[in-house]
């Protein structure tokens, strides 16, 4: 039996290792909450200390920002460059993490040699049926989940025009989604293990986008139609997000027996002369992230969380926005944990908590 004085001694140690016992990483909370966090990352910066150190510690999910897109993976037509994808995937199996494929039919960001070389439709069918084959063959194994089709649908939810879609098509133009159907039904014979994700901006919420989203994904699975989940991308520029409608939509879609994945999520601030956001819009922006975090975590179904990148030193904001917006990443230049990334931690242990 303890004296007092021993009694005393073990409780005090007791409470001084707990207070010093450092808090749980994002990473950490994710993994006891059985979520995946993500973030969408540059191998070209993975030499930088901070940025290859913080991505690992923080993340449990990486995903290329632009190494698997088609400008980077087949600058010509004749041959494939995995390499900037490999150093990402290496990166992964280094440190333990989830690998996210992105993406795979998408209207932007092809090589000039496609866009502009004047195919017939048949021949665009072979080029993407080749490369959907061919890339998620490459990666198989190692890439749990891929975008199949990014951004194919319009502000009013109707198709948009593109490459593949009617110009001039891969030989479905007019036919509403039938040309995302058939990315999926090559994606599914390309790599049968890997989860099939439709991508998508501006549709998180309660929208006419958002309902287009919905149909197609249920008309696809009492089709048969191989799709696994969709992408929620979430990039927030406005401070007041409706977050209760995030959660309505994320319900209806697992409803329909697909997961859902928040895949580009970033709150972009105003910046003064400085480049500074207001103190004010740093804690508006934390409960902005907490409101998303929050609707995924209601829904079992909500399996994943990622940020488009994740360091402001490194963001697609500052260019798009000409300076006059940015600090949208969890995040600081110098890596610091800003509010948003404790509202995040947050939201995450709770859900452990309750488990």
């Known amino acids: 039996m303890l004296t007092p004085l021993r009694q005393f001694s073990g409780l005090a140690l007791f409470v001084i290792a707990t207070v010093m016992t450092p808090s749980l990483s994002l990473r950490q909370a994710a993994d006891l909450a059985h979520v995946l966090a993500g973030a969408a990352a540059r191998p070209s910066l993975f030499s930088e200390t901070a940025y290859s150190a913080t991505l690992a510690r923080k993340f449990n999910m990486i995903e290329a920002e632009d190494g698997m897109k088609w400008w980077v993976v087949r600058r010509n037509a004749g041959t494939f460059d995995f390499r900037a994808g490999d150093e990402v995937v290496r990166?992964?199996?280094?440190?333990?993490?989830?690998?996210?494929?992105?993406?795979?039919?998408?209207?932007?960001?092809?090589?000039?040699?496609?866009?502009?070389?004047?195919?017939?439709?048949?021949?665009?069918?072979?080029?993407?049926?080749?490369?959907?084959?061919?890339?998620?063959?490459?990666?198989?194994?190692?890439?749990?989940?891929?975008?199949?089709?990014?951004?194919?649908?319009?502000?009013?939810?109707?198709?948009?025009?593109?490459?593949?879609?009617?110009?001039?098509?891969?030989?479905?133009?007019?036919?509403?989604?039938?040309?995302?159907?058939?990315?999926?039904?090559?994606?599914?014979?390309?790599?049968?293990?890997?989860?099939?994700?439709y991508n998508e901006a501006e549709g998180e919420g309660l929208n006419r986008k958002s309902d287009a989203i919905y149909a197609m994904v249920k008309d696809f699975k009492r089709r048969s139609v191989p799709i696994d989940g969709v992408g929620l991308q979430l990039h927030i520029s406005d401070l007041d997000l409706d977050t209760k409608a995030v959660a309505a939509n994320i319900s209806r879609l697992t409803a329909l027996g697909v997961q859902v994945h928040i895949t580009e999520l970033d709150v972009s601030l105003p910046l003064d002369s400085s480049g500074i956001p207001g103190s004010d819009d740093l804690l508006r922006q934390a409960t902005v992230y907490r409101g998303v975090v929050r609707a995924c975590l209601q829904n079992p179904g909500c399996t994943a969380i990622q940020t488009w990148g994740f360091t402001d030193k490194y963001s697609w904001i500052g260019s798009h926005s000409h300076g006059t917006r940015g600090a949208a990443l969890p995040f600081d230049r110098p890596y610091k944990p800003k509010p948003a990334y404790d509202a995040m931690l947050e939201e995450l242990s709770r859900k452990r908590d309750r488990h």
């Open 91 to 197: 990166f992964a199996q280094a440190h333990d993490m989830k690998v996210r494929g992105h993406c795979l039919v998408w209207d932007h960001d092809n090589p000039e040699w496609l866009t502009q070389g004047h195919y017939t439709p048949a021949e665009l069918s072979h080029l993407l049926q080749e490369h959907i084959a061919t890339v998620m063959k490459h990666y198989a194994g190692p890439v749990f989940a891929w975008d199949v089709v990014n951004e194919a649908l319009d502000d009013k939810g109707g198709v948009k025009d593109s490459l593949w879609y009617n110009q001039p098509g891969i030989g479905l133009s007019e036919k509403g989604t039938a040309y995302i159907e058939q990315a999926f039904r090559w994606a599914r014979e390309a790599d049968p293990q890997a989860l099939l994700f």
